[in-house]
């Protein structure tokens, strides 16, 4: 990645946060631990992940404009929330299975090999 892109994804996440911040005190906490957990299994990339978690305070934006309390737009149960929310985009547990799966292969390709040639 170069310079100018990391100083340029900067810029955006600081705005991303700017918008955070401005939540309600109880939206925040939420979507901090909501945060967190996303980073954990969340998006590959900078722009999936951002994506995801703008979408997040765009309606928490709406909640907040509206009234409701925080778990009225999130649900009681948030992991499962955020867990609906990453199940269409890869995720870094996705490209973890990913590696483990074709180094597998790529092994037991190998072990095969080793079998043949004894033969």
Same mark, same amino acid.
């Given at each position: ?14 705005? %991303?946060?700017?918008? $955070? ?8 906490? =939420? ?10 299994? !969340? ?8 994506? +995801? +978690? ?10 907040? *404009?509206? !009234? ?9 149960? $948030? ?6 929310? =990453? ?5 870094? +547990? ?6 483990? =799966?074709?180094?597998?292969? *790529?092994? +037991?390709? %190998?072990? $095969?090999? *080793?079998?043949?040639?004894? *033969?």
């Amino acid at each position: 990645m170069k310079l100018q892109e990391m100083i340029a994804q900067k810029k955006i996440w600081r705005a %991303h946060m700017r918008r $955070v911040k401005k939540l309600p005190r109880d939206y925040r906490i =939420v979507y901090a631990e909501m945060q967190q957990y996303i980073f954990k299994i !969340g998006p590959v990339g900078f722009e999936a992940g951002l994506d +995801l +978690l703008s979408g997040i305070v765009s309606l928490m934006e709406d909640g907040a *404009k509206s !009234g409701k309390d925080v778990l009225d737009v999130t649900g009681r149960d $948030v992991a499962a929330f955020c867990d609906a929310l =990453v199940a269409e985009v890869p995720t870094e +547990l996705d490209a973890a299975q990913e590696l483990a =799966v074709r180094e597998t292969a *790529k092994a +037991l390709q %190998h072990a $095969v090999e *080793k079998v043949k040639q004894k *033969k």
